[in-house]
């Protein structure tokens, strides 16, 4: 049939274009192993421009204090999400430095990294098979008593035996058979499988059911505690909440502060937080209509 060929060939274009791309990590041969605990970030002067020239970040320096939990926000574009994904060492800045607990990040064991640093997207990003497979897949040799453990954490038992088959239950190709709050459910146990120093959560904006939505709210609550949480913030409520706010524009920058003093400040934090109150009342009156 015509339109699976189409099909057919949109996703070969993507595999090559993949397959094209060059690998901008190279792992050290004598990695440096993270101390455990929450660990300080510090960027200084990172820079960084997509294989297209175009410049994401243009010398980004910030601080992060051990056990903070912090926000990034900003406009679409202006260079947060590239940020984290720095962070995780998707690809390393073209200059300046990333510090986890005083190491350079390029410095870092690959293993290290990797138990110490948790990226939770916003789709989750699941996997075709069951629960428990795609809570486990967050540490190599995890047993169904840890996914068990992990999900206790998070007070999130009540919710796996409302399920058809409890951990035995099908998430579908890309989680399709949950739903979007529950897809970001299991990428949170994921993440609390293995325990991380830093959990950096990228925040979804989807639509969420109120019930689900409660049970989100508490655990992320509980995964952030005694962790260093850095949340590229969609929300309003996030951004406030947070023991410091980074302030993205154009791969810089350009206000740090708590919510209350950046609001006072009357520069591009208070312009977002006006913008989002707006969409916080639009979104309410749309709510009471439908109701």
Same mark, same amino acid.
């Given at each position: 049939?015509?339109d699976?060929?189409q099909t ?7 595999? @090559?274009?993949v ?5 901008e990590v190279?792992e050290p &041969? ?7 605990g929450?660990?300080?970030i510090?960027?200084?002067? &990172?820079r960084y ?7 994401a970040l ?9 056990g903070?939990?912090?926000?990034i926000?900003?406009?679409? %574009?202006?260079g ?5 994904k720095l ?5 390393d800045?073209?200059?300046?430095v990333?510090? @986890? ?7 870092v ?11 939770v ?7 075709? %098979?069951t629960?428990?497979?795609? &809570?486990?897949?967050?540490r ?15 007070e999130?038992?009540d919710?796996?035996r409302? @399920?058809p088959r %409890?951990?035995d239950?099908?998430?579908?190709q ?13 990428a ?12 950096? @959560? ?12 409660k &049970?989100?709210?508490?655990?992320l ?6 962790r260093?949480t ?8 996030t951004a406030?909440a947070a023991?410091?706010v ?7 920058v350009?206000e740090?502060?708590?919510?209350d003093?950046?609001?006072?400040q009357e520069g591009?934090?208070?312009?977002l937080?006006r913008?989002?109150l707006?969409?916080? #009342? ?8 439908? #109701?």
């Open positions: 049939n015509f699976q060929t057919a060939i949109a996703g070969w274009r993507k595999i @090559l274009a397959m094209d791309i060059r690998s190279v &041969v004598d990695g440096v192993t993270l101390p455990a929450p660990l300080a510090e960027a200084q002067g &990172v421009s997509y294989a297209d020239g175009k410049q243009r010398g980004v320096d910030l601080v992060v204090e051990a903070a939990h912090v926000a926000v900003g406009e679409t %574009g202006c947060k999400t590239t940020f984290a962070l995780t060492r998707l690809a800045p073209d200059g300046g990333i510090l @986890l607990g005083g190491v350079d990040l390029r410095r064991a690959p293993e290290s990294r990797r138990s110490a640093v948790r990226m997207p916003q789709d989750g990003l699941l996997f075709e %098979g629960l428990a497979d795609n &809570v486990a897949y967050g190599s040799g995890a047993t169904r008593r840890d996914v068990e453990d992990a999900l206790e954490a998070l999130l038992s919710w796996v409302s @399920l %409890g951990l239950t099908q998430v579908g890309r989680g399709q058979a949950l739903s979007v709050g529950e897809a970001q459910l299991v949170l146990a994921r993440a609390q499988i293995a325990e991380p120093a830093i959990l950096i @959560l990228d925040e979804a904006t989807s639509a969420v059911d109120p019930a689900t939505e &049970v989100l709210a508490g655990a609550e509980r995964i952030s505690a005694g260093t850095v949340t590229i913030a969609h929300r309003l409520s406030e023991d410091l980074f302030v993205f524009d154009e791969g810089r350009v740090t502060g708590a919510h003093a950046l609001v006072a591009t934090y208070a312009a937080y913008s989002w707006g969409n916080t #009342r639009a979104d309410a009156i749309a709510g009471d209509a439908r #109701r």
